[in-house]
Nanobody, 121 residues
């Protein structure tokens, strides 16, 4: 079994900062791409930031220059540093990772349960 658990969400005023963390645990052989998505009320889930294995980070245009994605492989953890937050950043943020379990030959996509980020004006 594999689990992703996000933390670090909360409420903040516009211009503030939050740091999200997502830790993967369980029977993990290797982790590939890791990323953050978000879903605002009444909207589709969208990509916020993606860290491709061996590549450069990709960001949604709306967060470029404000958000930074990083990972700590030793802890199977991915982070999202969010600065200069805006009310339009309000959403549930989800962690996503490609994970290969022990004794499995393929990678599967896993999602965390999500963490709420609310930015007030």
């Amino acid at each position: 079994q594999v689990q992703l658990v996000e933390s670090g969400g909360g409420s903040v005023q516009a211009g503030g900062s939050l740091r999200l963390s997502c830790a993967a645990s369980g029977s993990i052989f290797s982790i590939g791409d890791m990323g953050w998505y978000r879903q605002a009320p009444g909207k589709q889930r969208e990509l916020v930031a993606l860290l491709v294995t061996g590549g450069s980070p990709n960001y949604a245009d709306s967060v470029k220059g404000r958000f930074t994605i990083s990972r700590e492989n030793a802890r199977n953890t991915v982070y999202l540093q969010m600065n200069s937050l805006k009310p339009e950043d309000t959403a549930v943020y989800y962690c996503n990772a490609e994970i290969r379990q022990y004794f499995k030959s393929i990678m599967n996509q896993y999602w965390g349960p999500g963490t709420q980020v609310t930015v007030s004006s």
